[in-house]
């Protein structure tokens, strides 16, 4: 389900099921240089973590992407989305990014760290086979935390 | 292969509420159908999104067959890939949404190895025979919506969805 108020009422009827909560995390770059590889990695994120609701929709919820600035202080913001998302029902939490610095916050159980693929160039019948892989290698990681733990 | 030989505009009529409109859909569609004069329907033909699969190649066996159309939200157009299970029912083309009705994940022909012969949701176990029929004890309450269908130039073709008439 989306972050959007009409789902929300839906997600707090059915909170048995919708198990999931899935933080999609977005560093912002605005310099001259890196704006646009910075936009080209959100437009992957949020490309893939799209497809990813759709494919689950009754089960996961999809935050908006939580954005941060390049110098911001990524054990902080994990500190505190964990304190926040521990007030909820969600029995999982994934988070997607595509900054690489994630990986070594080790507090933060299953950080999802795709390499940001530059879709923006790719006709639509390509970028949606490439956007359909990449899900391909998501969907099995949720798969098997369901399969564990539910 | 993108085909674009029927224009995606020509599905701008069956825009959805929003990126989250796909289960309202399921509901408001058929109300909308029933609202509208039953002779009209039979002339539907120009709404329909040609796609790139041959008609010759399709079985008994449901394959995914995608489909896109631009979808105006507020002022924000968007291009919208859907998709349907798409089979043979002796020359029948039926054509059904993979949109679960427990709560909407999408769900997938023989996706559980076990029930190769039905669809399978993955987010909780709900499954469906091939006609669309939700099977007892497994979540879902209803059979999966239907696609009309028809074929076009030796192409499948996805019209509008309505409730299931297979069950
Ligand atoms: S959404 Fe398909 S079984 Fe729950």
Known sequence: MHFIAKEIDQYLNQQDYVDTAVVPLLQLDLSTNGM?????????????????????????????????????????????????????GFKHVFYLTTDAEWRTIESLKNVLWLPAIPIEDMDQSFKKSVMEDQLRQVLPLFMKEWSHHS | MSNNRVSRRQFLGYTLTGVGGFMAAGMLMPMVRFAVDPILQQHEG??????????????EEPVRVDFSFEQTDAWYVSEVTNSAWVYKEGDKLIALSPVCKHLGCTVNWAGDPEQPTQFFCPCHAGRYEKNGQNIPGTPPLGPLDEYEVQEQDGFVAIGAVRDNTLV
């Open chain 1, 36 to 88: 646009k590889p910075s936009a080209g990695a959100s437009e992957y994120l949020q490309t893939l973590t799209a497809l990813l609701e759709k494919q689950f929709k009754g089960r996961i919820l999809l935050l908006p992407p939580v954005s941060y600035a390049k110098i911001a202080n990524r054990q902080r913001i994990a500190d505190e989305l964990s304190e926040e998302l521990q007030q909820t």
């Open chain 2, 46 to 59: 120009g709404d329909f999104v040609l796609t790139d699969q041959a008609v010759a190649d399709i079985t």
